[in-house]
């Protein structure tokens, strides 16, 4: 298997024990510093000109989720409409970077966003709980990617994270990432599991050592997903990361986010922490599917000066 | 006993907004003073701003699902109990609406004997304004064709600015007692007793959002609350006839009806139901019956 480490860090992962070191070896992370740091850049005031700005990038950064057993073909074809033309009444709207589905709505998923620029991401290797045998896993992806995913969304294996087996996990991504072949890989660490900040920095950077595209904070299947401070983490470590690698990789903040003002908050978090290389939707991405309704109110409501309600958007 | 109450430290009321069931200064941090008749101070009163008026309507709007599907006969009750909370603070409301509205203490008292009668009232109609303005309508065809009233959705109420108690009550309950939910302006210069009736609904079983109330400049916040494409009504009580003109205006745009100020001399006299229907929408159903059997009649 060719070795997806970046040449600078490549020895690290050479075992077992020297990934565990290097990962223990992590400055440990001031939660309260953390905390309060992401709480403080949450208090920024973004208004008039700027907010229309942060709205309309904000926009072009959903990845419209649906990931409901409940899925139709018909709730598909709905989703990627609307992921094309977010706000019927208004084509100054842009178009939001993707539709995350499951592996079996792919091919649904990109018929309905043919001729646009909405990729179709798709969640993959047993989502959510990632529990599986890898063949399953990689089965799983191959059949996303065949069906014509542009992005796969993979969750590790939390029990194997937690157990301290990282080169397991390790090896489990850089296999998908070699599955997914030209398709980008978001790697999910689900935060909510992984109990301390701690985790979370070790998880970043194990997922981006074995290749990811992108890390992603959550399924939002749990009861804690993304948050102010857990994204500023990983912010930290995809800038810290470049630094060290010259490779620069993808954040996206995934379930919670619901309102505008949130977004908003995340994207100063990206601004102050990371830079402006992240504010792109190659390179950040908000998880959500309530959260475009709540940016498109509040784009009409910039537009006319009046309240807008949920009326005047779609029910999804 | 006099002399250990002068020695006592001043306890005064910091009077706030009520949206959402939940009691919060106005977001934009400002007050206004609050006079009684005379020009004496009485307290400081929040200043609402246009962000307040639309967590108000947010908060309708959540609420309307619960309140509107509640079962009529359950409003009433609901209704009823904030009679009895409201006769239980009958002496602060006697004393706040005579600072209010410059009344003597009898006159005062009488006032708010007639407030929760009214509350009364409109708690009894709750469960029996359906039978009066639905029904069964005659059509010619083999249908059951059934008229029932429907709530209107999010109502924004600007209380009437001289009766602060009496007034935003006759204007109020017969909002909600069939199913709205309200954002109310309370009386510019008495707003005191419309903050503490929030208190009381606050404390009976009404659900938090189904009345918010906003107090501060009349204008200032009806304005947002006339063009908010999410509220469905609005009553201008509250308004002059500038005013009123404006918001009749602005709220052409989503098509709200709009309940244009009617000139209420006294506040006191039998109310009618004029103010439930106008906040009604009427719903029709056709039900076939079935075919006509041999007989006529397919029963």
Redesign the interface.
Known sequence: MPTTAPHALADVTASDSTLRRFLHGLPGVDAVGLEARAASLGTRSIKTTAKAYAIDLAISMVDLTTLEGADTPGKVRALGAKAVHPDPTDRTTPATAAVCVYPDMVATAKEAVAGSSVKVASVATAFPAGRAALDVKLADVRDAVSAGADEIDMVIDRGAFLAGNYLKVYDEITAVKEASGAARLKVIFETGELSTYDNIRRASWLGMLAGADFIKTSTGKVAVNATPANTLLMLEAVRDFRAQTGVQVGVKPAGGIRTSKDAIKFLVLVNETAGTDWLDNHWFRFGASSLLNDLLMQR?KLAT????????VTVD | MSDRSTDRLSVFKTYKLYVGGKFPRSESGRVYEVTDSKGNWLANAPQSSRKDARDAVVAARKAFGGWSGATAYNRGQVLYRVAEMLEGRRDQFVREVAEAEGLGRSKAAAVVDATVDRWVWYAGWTDKIAQVVGGGNPVAGPFFNLSSPEPTGVVAVLAPQESSFLGLVSVLAPVIATGNTAAVVTSEKSPLPALSLAEVLATSDVPGGVVNVLSGRTAEIAAPLAAHQDVNAIDLAGADEVLAKELEIAAADNLKRVLRPQPVDDWTAAPGTDRMTAFLETKTVWHPTGALGASGSSY
């Open positions: 009409q000066g009046r309240y807008s309600g949920p009326d005047y």
